[in-house]
């Protein structure tokens, strides 16, 4: 009993002994530190899968994986067949070590070094040689150093992050991306044991010349899972996977997707001194392939005119997040210099650029969708101005001016747009080194200036996204900042259904009819840059042709050459998912009303060719039109009746009234127009209005309107008025913005915004008017 008291008393104190010790080494021996690695970085797609991985500084393949996201079955094939008594130990085990002793030594065997997975992380970590006895316990003090300070989980994870895959392959992620083309943590059993057994001689398993599985890998994985079978259970179609035909993939094989962007990512996070191993991009590599495909195919099939390079750019609406990215048409090619990444050079837009003119214009209360535009010769102080095609088409919708994309009409708009003008608006939307103004002028118009891919895309998102405009992402997980608004929902829509009209030049449009595409091309001076922009569902694309050496080729044309490629990725896009169309809600601020074609303004009984058009109400610019014009005629001297004059029988003619210069296009198409009657004959040149004019009865003349701010809602003014039996629609006005319309004895309720004078008036489809002044005071 004595000697066992004695005995446990020199264990406690033995023990406390090698406490206090362990404690001391702690204090003394410097921490390793474990985590000291060159990792690659490894670059994925919205879905997780692999876009490209980067060699480290060394030229290694190697990615960090903490122990949590490997594959359990992985982690249990380690232990068991490198280091089955790790959790028991304190760095090496002196049973494996005598082993592995006695075998190399005394028999003369295999050499064996008996080393657990700690004494392998000290020997990789310190680069040591452990052939001699000296090294060996070098190695030993080595792991328990390690052991120290560190975990076990800790200790695990760090040996699968440094332990070797073959050729220049290290570390567990690497390794399974590379081979296995998944993530550790997604690994099958099969896979599991071939890589635990790997790293005990790596270029001994895999054939040094092909990289391929050799049968010695395979077999040491098998008898790996001999003994796995002994420790757990395994089902019967576990075992069957151990059958299948085996095989890994090499580092040739890796993908390299969306390269372009990918390798700005790494510029970016270099840029900052930041270094990421992982970088999860917001590319969906399903669009990123099929745009990939469409370009290749495109250029092998036009080589032949020239066209070697394309750029293309696909962002998904939702979030604002690059969807595919291809920034030229070969990313190896020295020739067209496709590792230049062409969504992120400054290049001119053409025309590309002109919905925003006709948005502004259409903001500003200068047009609604079918105002007529002159497409005339015009000169516009110094500036001239001429059509792509050198003519002119004389009158147009604002429509068909930008479905035609006609320069004269869209340098008059720019002319008139102010507040901001089109270099205001370029400037707040942020497209950077931009020049002066007067550098420009209004050739900035016609694509003057110069614009990116990436904010082309962000400018035609912005009319998508009702007037905001939001920056691109193309990271995971990048939050959407706050936006700017560049112009209210109200022109967006109708600018996006503007451009709607625009026909589509491909042979599946009559099939694919249904799902609106609002797009635009753009074709620069010089014919150096063929864009072919759009929204195609709920996303943006934009389609870019040129060299980046700025030579310049007659085959870029954005309409000839941008656009079928544009429309070969629409059509594959719509193939393989749905699309829906983003500008279906009407904002509550847009009207539809009944217009004359010929002068876009408000149809009269006179109008021979009627329409509608979309307006905002306050703003857009409505009148009554007066292009077509009644004429009384005398039948018995076929003349106009004249001012006061009297005649037995009468009749009413119509006449087109158009300005001399659009008569003149009108006669050099071979349409002349028949003139007016000529009315020299009357003192007075103006005929009486037929019929009686409107009369208001409401607002009353003389009358101070007092609204209580409080109750607006129920005070607002009324307006009425009395009109010929004829007439059948009464068009209000308040200071020429148009309110609304009513039927023949209907009224309309008007609401101030501010106190003042106001001229109200009426016309009736006749042309026949009605006006009076109107004082308003508000009172809070």
Not at 76 to 102: A, C, I, T
Not at 272 to 301: A, H, P
Not at 365 to 370: R, V, W
Not at 401 to 409: C, D, F, Q, V
């Amino acid at each position: 009993m004595r000697r066992l008291k004695r005995f446990l008393g020199n264990v406690v104190i033995l023990t406390v002994i090698i406490v206090l010790a362990l404690i001391a080494l702690k204090l003394i021996i410097p921490r390793p530190e474990l985590s000291n690695q060159f990792y690659s970085t490894a670059l994925y797609d919205k879905n997780g899968e692999l876009l490209r991985l980067t060699l480290s500084k060394d030229d290694y393949y190697r990615v960090q994986t903490p122990l949590n996201e490997i594959s359990k079955d992985l982690v249990r094939g380690v232990l068991l067949h490198e280091d089955k008594w790790f959790y028991q130990h304190f760095g090496f085990n002196p049973v494996s070590l005598m082993r592995g002793g006695w075998i190399s030594y005394v028999k003369n065997g295999n050499r064996q070094g008996g080393s657990t997975i700690t004494m392998q992380l000290a020997r990789m970590h310190w680069k040591l040689n452990t052939k001699s006895v000296k090294g060996k316990l070098i190695q030993i003090l080595r792991a328990m150093q390690i052991e120290l300070f560190y975990s076990k989980d800790e200790i695990l994870e760090a040996y699968l992050n440094y332990a070797p895959y073959g050729r220049n392959i290290e570390s567990i992620g690497a390794a399974s991306l590379i081979y296995f083309n998944k993530r550790p943590s997604s690994l099958t059993l099969p896979e599991s044991l071939a890589l635990a057994v790997l790293p005990q001689s790596p270029s001994y398993r895999i054939d040094k010349n092909t990289g391929y599985v050799g049968e010695k890998l395979i077999k040491a994985r098998d008898e790996l899972f001999e003994k796995w079978q002994d420790e757990f259970e395994v089902d019967n179609l576990t075992k069957a996977l151990f059958k299948l035909p085996f095989s890994l993939r090499q580092p040739e094989n890796l993908p390299f997707i969306a390269p372009h962007l990918t390798q700005q990512l790494i510029n970016e996070d270099f840029s900052k001194g930041e270094f990421n191993t992982k970088i999860n991009t917001t590319i969906d590599i399903k669009f990123q392939k099929l745009i990939e495909t469409q370009v290749r195919s495109f250029i092998k099939q036009n080589s032949k005119k020239g066209i070697n390079n394309a750029a293309v750019l696909l962002v998904d609406l939702k979030d604002m997040s690059v969807a595919a990215h291809v920034g030229s048409a070969d990313y190896f090619d020295n020739d067209i210099q496709g590792q230049i990444n062409g969504i992120a050079i400054k290049r001119s837009p053409g025309s590309a650029l002109k919905p925003f003119i006709y948005a502004l214009a259409v903001e500003q209360g200068f047009i609604h969708p079918m105002s007529v535009l002159k497409d005339v010769p015009t000169s516009f102080s110094s500036y001239t101005p001429e059509n792509f095609d050198n003519k002119f088409m004389g009158p147009l919708s604002a429509v068909q001016a930008l479905a035609r994309s006609r320069n004269i009409p869209a340098v008059y708009l720019s002319s008139k747009i102010n507040n901001p003008n089109l270099y205001g608006f370029l400037k707040k939307a942020q497209i950077s080194k931009m020049a002066s103004e007067s550098h420009y002028g209004l050739a900035l118009t016609l694509g003057g200036g110069e614009v990116t891919i990436l904010e082309m895309a962000r400018l035609y998102a912005m009319l998508a996204n009702g007037g905001m405009m939001y920056d691109i992402k193309t990271r995971a997980g990048q939050n959407t900042n706050e936006g700017i608004r560049l112009l209210g929902k109200e022109s967006s829509f109708i600018t996006l259904d503007m451009l709607s009209n625009i026909p589509r030049i491909d042979a599946l449009a009559a099939e694919i009819k249904k799902l609106p595409i609002y797009w635009k091309t753009g074709t620069s001076w010089g014919f150096r840059d063929a864009w072919s922009v759009g929204i195609v569902g709920q996303y943006v694309l934009v389609v870019w042709l040129g060299n980046f050496d700025n030579s310049g080729n007659p085959a870029f044309i954005g309409a000839d050459s941008a656009a079928p490629l544009f429309f070969n990725i629409v059509n594959s896009l719509q193939a393989t998912q749905k699309l829906y169309d983003v500008n279906k809600i009407i904002p509550n601020g847009v009207k539809m009303v009944d217009v004359c074609l010929s002068s876009g303004d408000l149809v009269t009984v006179w109008c021979k060719r009627k329409g509608k058009s979309w307006f905002i109400p306050g703003v857009s610019p409505i009148r009554v039109d007066t292009v077509y014009r009644p004429i009384v005629i005398n039948s018995n001297t076929n003349k106009p009746l004249c001012f006061g004059e009297k005649a037995q029988k009468t009749r009413i003619e119509v006449y087109e009234y158009y300005s001399s210069d659009i008569l003149e296009i009108f006669a050099k198409a071979g349409l002349p127009k028949r003139k007016p009657p000529n009315m020299n004959h009357c003192k007075q040149k103006f005929q009486d209005m037929v019929g009686i004019a409107p009369y208001i009865t409401s607002p009353l003349r003389n009358t101070i309107y007092t609204i209580r701010k409080t109750k607006a809602d129920k005070e607002k003014i009324i307006f009425s008025a009395t009109s010929d039996a004829n007439a059948k629609t009464l068009y209000w006005f308040v200071d020429s913005e148009y309110i609304g319309n009513t039927a023949q004895s209907k009224t309309l309720t008007w609401l101030p915004n501010k106190s003042g004078k106001f001229e109200v008036s009426v016309v009736d489809d006749y042309g026949r008017f009605d006006k009076r002044s109107l004082q308003v005071t508000i009172l809070e």
